[in-house]
C-alpha cells in the first residue's frame, strides 16, 4: 500500500482527470436542471429584451414531459422477486423478500427512487447511495438508501460501463465550512487551519486551476473527498478435488498434500479515504464485506462508450424546441403590442417639426388630434395591422410537434384532450407506442435495482448488508402471501435439551435464493384489473372463494372482514334457525357491481 503522501497525492491527480473529463456534461447537467425548473432565458438575451421593452414568455412543455414519465415509474415500481434454488429454500425465499420489504419501508425507499429516477430524467444521471447509519444509543444499524446529487459524484474516468462495475475509484466531494470541518476531524484541527490560510493568502494571479478545485476563496469552504478505491493483490488458492478453493493462508497442512493443483487468483478489497486538498484525513477498509462501491448510478440513457458527453436524459433534447416555443410566443406578444402603432406616413412636408415630434411621443395614443397641411396625394395615414403573422404560429406548432416526436411522449401518454372519435383501442396503441419509446430509461433503472439488492444480500463469501448487519435476533413484519401481516423472528436461536445453542433459525447469513427484478404483480393498478378480473368471474358464476376477492380488494381492514366472515360461518347456531352463511363470490361481484365502493 502506498504511503500516505502518495496516496494522497495519486487521490488528488485522479481527481482533477475526473472533474475536467466531465466538465462538458456537468455544465450540460445544470442546464437541464435550469431548463426542467422554468429557468430558460440566459441573462444576457434578458437584459436586452428588458431594455427595448419586449416581452420574454416562458411556456414550460419540459416539466409536464418529465413528469408524465416520473409518474409512470411512480405507478408501475419494480419489484424485487426472490426465487429459491431448491424446495428447501421456498421458506428462505419468502422471508428474504418480506426482510427486503421491511428495509425499503423503513429507508422510505419510494420515496428516494423517485428522486433519483427524476433525476436521471433531467441530467442523465441518478445516483443511489446505499450505507448504513448507526445508532448510538441504541447500539443499532439501520441500513439506509438515499438520493445523493449527481453532481458530487465523480466516478473513474476510465470507466466504460453505465453501472462503473468496472471502475476502479469513485469520488464524491461536498464543500465545507473550516468550522465543520474541524469538528468531524479535530485531531487535525491545526493543519486544517494551516492548509485553509495558505489558500486565503494567494493573491489572484497564484490561484491555480487546482487550487480552485480545492478551495473556494469567495466562500472559505474547502472541498471534502470520500474516495473510494480498490487495492489490488494476488491470492494463491489450492485446488481441492472437489473443486474448491482454499487460500494458501488458511489451509491446514495437512491437506495441502490433497490438492489436485494451485492457482494465482486476482482480488480486490474496497477502501475508502477521506481527504482535502492538502491532507488525508482518514483511510480505512471499506466497512462493506459485499466488495462494491456504495454507489449506484441509473442512467437514463447510456451506451457505455460515453465519451465527454456523458450520459443524457430527456430534458438536454428538448432545449431547442422549448427555446423556439418561448421565442416564438414571445414575438407573437410583441407583435400584438405594438399594433396600436405600427407607424405612420405622410406626404413630405405636410407635417411641421412640432407635430413630427409629437406623432413620435404620442403616435400610440388614443384619441389624438393632428393638425396639418396637405399638399398634394394622400393625408396622414396608419399602417395597417395586420395581425400576427402566420408563419410565428406554424413555426410554434411544429415546435410542439418536435417536442413530442423527441420525446417520444404523445398527447395520449400526457392525457391530453384528442379528438373526439379516437377509440379506446386506438388510445391504448398510443400509449404504447409512448411506453417502448422509454423502454431504455426503465431497463437501466432496473438493472441498478438489481445491483442494489446484490448489496442488500451480497453472495457466499460477500455477505450483503443485511446478512452483515442483522445478526441479533430481531422480530420484523412482513407481507404474507395473502397481503396481510405476518410476523417472523429472525437469526433465532434453537437449543438442545440441554441449553446448548444448535444453531439459528432463519439464518440471514446461510439463506439461498435468486434475485429476479419484475414489474409490481401487486401495484395500485395490477391490482385494480386483478380484483375487477375476480369479480368478473365470479358474476358469471365461477367458483371464487369471497376471501379471495377480498384478499384483491384495496379494503380497509380487510383482515378483519375476513376474521368477522369466518366467525359468522363458524358461529354457534341462532335460536330457531341456521347460521349465518359466507356470502358466495358471485353474491359479492353482484354486490360490487350496485356498490362500486363496497359500502
Known sequence: MADEYELLEQHKEAFVGDHDFQRDWRVKAKSCYRFESGKQWDETTLSRLEAEGRPHITINKIRPTVNVVAGFQRMNPYEPQFKPRTKTDLEDAKIAYGVTKYVLDDTVFEYEEGRVFLDSLICGRGVFHVGVEWDFETLDAD??????????????????????RDAEHVHVAKWVTRKSLKEVYPEFKDDIDAIMSRYDSLEEDEVTHQDGLFYDKATKKVRLFETWYKEHYVRKVHIMPDKTAIPDDVIPEELKGQAVGTARIPLWDIRVSSWIGGLLLEDVDSPYKHKMFPYIPVPAYATGEEGKEGPDGL???????????????????????????????????????????????????????????VTGGHGLEQFGNDGVPMGIIKYEDIAKSDMREISGINEA???????????????????????????????????????????LWGKLGKPGLIPQYYTDAKTVRIVSDNGGDDFVTLNQPQTDPFGNVTGLLHDLSKMEFDIVITEAPMSTTQR???????????????????DLIV??????????LKARMVQAQQGPPQQGGSPPKLPTGAQMANSQAQNPLGI
Open 143 to 164: 441500513i439506509r438508501i438515499k438520493r445523493i446529487s449527481p453532481l458530487d459524484v465523480y466516478p473513474d474516468r476510465e470507466s466504460k460501463d453505465p453501472f462503473w
Open 315 to 373: 430534458v438536454s433534447d428538448l432545449i431547442d424546441p422549448q427555446l423556439e416555443t418561448n421565442k416564438r410566443r414571445s414575438q407573437a406578444l410583441h407583435i400584438i403590442n405594438s399594433m396600436a402603432n405600427r407607424g405612420w406616413k405622410a406626404p413630405k412636408g405636410a407635417l411641421d417639426e412640432r407635430n413630427k415630434r409629437l406623432l413620435n411621443e404620442k403616435g400610440s395614443t388614443p384619441g389624438i388630434l393632428i393638425e396639418y397641411n
Open 413 to 455: 401518454f400526457l392525457a391530453q384532450p384528442l379528438a373526439s372519435n379516437v377509440s379506446g383501442r386506438a388510445l391504448e396503441i398510443r400509449n404504447r407506442q409512448a411506453i417502448t419509446s422509454i423502454a431504455r430509461i426503465f431497463d437501466n433503472l432496473r438493472i441498478a435495482k438489481l445491483m442494489l439488492m446484490k448489496q
Open 528 to 546: 385494480e384489473k386483478q380484483f375487477a378480473q375476480l369479480l368478473e368471474a365470479a358474476g358469471a358464476g365461477v367458483p371464487i372463494p369471497p
Open 551 to 560: 384478499d384483491f380488494s384495496d379494503w380497509p381492514f380487510k383482515e378483519d
